[in-house]
């Protein structure tokens, strides 16, 4: 694949990932065929921001866990109201890493 093409996709979502994981997904994206770049320009990743945002907001619901994927923590956290507040607090900390994993997660099922 161009490199050119590759480096726009990290500048537009590397955002989207931990920083150390960038130069990796440059690297694979090097080397995938043409014939995977529509479908890797059509995935749509979580913005682990917005992600912080919904948990400080609706976190002891167990909203920000629904919209990253994780149902069953989702359900745990709101059938616990958070954790009685503790598991809310303690995913503050947390949410922006969880959705840069399932971000990363989406991209490795393509490539």
């Known amino acids: 694949m161009e490199a050119q093409k590759v480096d726009m996709f990290i500048m537009a979502n590397g955002k989207f990932f931990e920083s150390h994981q960038v130069a990796l997904i440059r690297d694979r994206l090097l080397e ?7 479908v890797i320009q059509t995935l ?6 917005t992600m912080l945002i919904v948990s400080l907001l609706a976190g002891s619901l167990g909203i920000d866990r629904f919209m990253i994927g994780d149902t069953g923590l989702g359900i ?4 616990t109201c958070g954790g009685l507040g503790v598991w809310a607090i303690i995913d503050l900390f947390m949410i922006m890493g969880a959705t840069r994993e399932k971000n990363m997660a989406q991209l490795q099922t393509v490539l």
Do not use: A, I, M, R
Not at 32 to 38: A, P, R, T, Y
Not at 76 to 79: C, Q, T, V
């Open 32 to 38: 995938v065929d043409d014939s995977k770049w529509g």
């Open 44 to 49: 749509q990743f979580k913005n682990p921001t």
């Open 76 to 79: 745990g956290k709101l059938l």
